[in-house]
């Protein structure tokens, strides 16, 4: 049984700076994809960065381009998302995904992340 388990998120003000971590089990993901989503109440879950492929090729919505980073670590099967320079809209409960090279199969629990302005 695959499980996606995030850690990190909390209170930070803006400015301030973050970093998730999601733990994968019960299969690997190097040559597939792993990724940050992001959802408030009232609105659809938007993409926020993925890492896919063994050649690990990184996108970014541009709302957090130059501002967060993702990053994989095979070795321990786990992806993180350090977000610097967090403004009050990145407010939102950030959730892990991880797939295939074409779809993502499975998600994590979430964890909310808050900026105070």
């Known amino acids: 049984q695959v499980q996606l388990v995030e850690s990190g998120g909390g209170l930070v003000q803006a400015g301030g700076s973050l970093r998730l971590s999601c733990a994968a089990s019960g299969r690997t993901f190097s040559s597939g994809r792993m990724g940050w989503f992001r959802q408030v109440p009232g609105k659809e879950r938007e993409f926020v960065a993925e890492v896919r492929g063994s050649l690990g090729i990184l996108s970014y919505a541009d709302s957090v381009k130059g501002r967060f980073t993702i990053s994989r670590d095979n070795a321990k099967n786990s992806v993180y998302l350090q977000m610097n320079s967090l403004k009050p809209e990145d407010t939102a409960v950030y959730y892990c995904?991880?797939?295939?090279?074409?779809?993502?199969?499975?998600w994590g629990q979430g964890t909310l992340v808050t900026v105070s302005s």
């Open positions: 995904a991880a797939g295939s090279s074409l779809t993502y199969n499975y």
